[in-house]
């Protein structure tokens, strides 16, 4: 049996924490390919779909409950990719947030370390980084990730864990919610309607999810990753315009995204990744380009549609979002 640290995932038993989300499912069927045993943790009971070998009910909340898991699965290697993730600068989010990022993450922390096992966890480009670190977080949501990364660091330094924290910026393709802005404005284009957005002048670091998957995998294998913070991203930035008007030349020339028909989001740092030393520490770069990124996603989603005759659901216009 191969255990992490090796060069491959086979045979490793893996857990998966967010299994059904949209990372979750593309690394769990990398995971399976690769011949790892993919247990799923989910807050719902779920069956059997072919991606994961078993699936598991576990609140991880309580850190008693992560442990009587622990103790029945016992797994090489775990990636926390669960919690809530909506950057809005609400009140609401406060407690929401904090215990279903900060809370959970502190508590697998805990018990990996107690058993030697691997754990991935996911930071945000949201979080404050570089020259912003020391400035107010711009939501709960980037406080808590912040707050997640600080927490990984001193476990690595003080205990001795074994982890990589893997901040992702703006990942996109294939089988993403329907709501976020790239599936959002295929679905106004594919039935004629102009989507309508904002000034689309927000510059982001667009990552492809399959490179982001393959720097998943690399955490597990590369020892020397070991405590790094490291950011998965293109290493440029492209304009929310940019990609709508890629989008429309792909999906329907004609039509004209109707840009400034809704607000801006409030202003936040423009951040792009430190792919240098992403790929220092763990050998990994992006190697698909945003233009063949969108080719891909605009192919996958073209396929996913109803063939002609068998009806397809009248489009419903949903507010985009990165």
Not at 225 to 239: E, F, N, P, Q
Request: hydrophobic share 40%.
């Amino acid at each position: 049996m191969s255990t992490t640290g090796g060069s491959t995932l086979s045979g490793s038993r893996v857990v998966v924490t967010g299994a059904s989300g949209f990372l979750g499912r593309h690394l769990c069927r990398r995971l399976r390919v690769s011949g790892a045993e993919v247990h799923g943790v989910s807050r719902v009971d779920r069956q059997p779909d072919g991606q994961v070998t078993r699936w598991w009910k576990v609140g991880l909340e309580q850190v008693q409950d992560v442990r009587d898991f622990w103790l029945e699965v016992r797994p090489d290697l775990v990636y926390h990719l669960s919690g809530e993730i909506n950057g809005a600068p609400t009140f609401a989010l406060l407690l929401p947030t904090f215990r279903s990022l900060v809370t959970t993450s502190v508590n697998l922390l805990a018990v990996s370390t107690e058993t030697a096992a691997r754990l991935i966890l996911i930071g945000s480009l949201e979080e404050p980084c570089g020259a912003d670190v020391g400035l107010p977080p711009t939501s709960p949501y980037a406080a808590a990730k912040a707050a997640v990364t600080m927490y990984a660091g001193m476990c690595h330094e003080l205990f001795g864990s074994r982890l990589v924290l893997l901040r992702t910026f703006m990942v996109y393709g294939p089988g993403q919610p329907a709501w976020k802005l790239i599936p959002s404005t295929m679905k106004a284009l594919s039935a004629g309607v102009a989507p309508q957005l904002s000034s689309g002048r927000d510059e982001l670091d667009w990552v492809y999810v399959e490179d982001v998957i393959d720097a998943l995998v690399a955490a597990a294998l590369i020892p020397r990753a070991d405590g790094a913070a490291l950011d998965v991203g293109s290493g440029r930035l492209a304009s929310i315009r940019n990609v709508v008007e890629q989008l429309g030349r792909l999906l329907a020339p004609s039509i004209q995204p109707q840009f400034g028909a809704l607000p801006d989001r409030p202003e936040r740092p423009v951040r792009v990744a430190d792919v240098g030393t992403t790929w220092d520490r763990l050998g990994w770069k992006p190697r698909t380009s945003l233009e063949e990124g969108l080719r891909r996603t605009v192919q996958s989603f073209r396929e996913s549609l109803p063939r002609r005759g068998e009806g397809q659901p009248p489009y419903m216009h949903e507010a985009p979002s990165p």
